[in-house]
């Protein structure tokens, strides 16, 4: 008697990976190619991108250290009982004779002064206004995309509406503006097919801060 015919009727064997026929493909994982979108990813980085701020960062540097070095040099000359640079002295000089309501000492002060807030606001502002922060895809993964780029896919998405002649298409950090012309159809029924295309178009590309959409639809000048 064989080894299957001795097993009870209510038994079942289970299947191996050797059961399974080649030509079957393995199942595939949950959430991939099933037409879904991908999940994003909360790591809270989706502020915006700062800016390296490399072209003030070397000014300020180069010019701090061209003047500690030519102080240092002026300091290590006097020690070295040698006199002191023309410069030096003839700033003494002006320093203990200008008075501080001086036009050349408000001037000076307040050069000084919008350099400081310049350099301040460099400090704590992020830059790089051309970068919109998109919903982290994968953790540890951050994501950005132009402006340009954004206006440039939303322009095409509103090219495909019927009725659309010309677009016109500006993406700012807080809002999308479209400015359309069509040659047919009415500018009511134009409008809604590009306020549905686009607000499609601003949820597919992903940005971690939504978008006001404000369409515009007009017919052509007349020559």
């Known amino acids: 008697m064989s080894d299957d015919a001795a097993e ?22 949950p959430g991939a190619d099933d037409g879904s979108a ?9 502020g915006r991108w700062w800016s390296a701020r490399w072209v003030p960062a070397a000014v300020v540097a180069l010019v701090l250290l061209g003047a500690a070095g030519l102080l240092l040099y002026d300091v290590a000359a006097v020690r070295a009982h040698r006199p002191a640079m023309a410069w030096r002295r003839g700033l003494a000089r002006q320093l203990a004779t200008v008075h ?23 400090a704590v502002t992020p830059g790089l206004r051309q970068v919109l922060p998109m919903r982290p895809a994968a953790p540890g993964v951050r994501t950005g995309l132009d402006r340009a780029a954004a206006a440039l896919v939303l322009r095409d998405r509103a090219m495909e509406v019927a009725g659309v002649q010309s677009v016109r298409m500006t993406v700012g ?30 949820r597919q590309l992903g940005l971690a801060h939504g978008l006001a959409l404000t369409v515009h639809v ?5 020559r």
Do not use: N
């Open 8 to 29: 009870p009727p209510d038994t079942r064997r289970l299947p191996t990976l050797g059961d399974q026929p080649p030509d079957q493909p393995p199942d595939p994982a």
């Open 38 to 46: 991908p999940a994003a990813f909360d790591d809270g980085r989706t």
């Open 100 to 122: 501080l309501d001086s036009p050349w000492v408000l001037g000076a002060a307040a050069l000084a002064m919008v350099l400081g807030i310049w350099l301040i606001v460099l």
């Open 173 to 202: 950090r807080r809002k999308a503006k479209a400015h359309a012309v069509s040659h047919f159809r009415a500018l009511d029924e134009v409008r809604a097919d590009l306020d549905t295309a686009l607000g499609d178009g601003l």
């Open 218 to 222: 007009r017919r052509p000048k007349k």
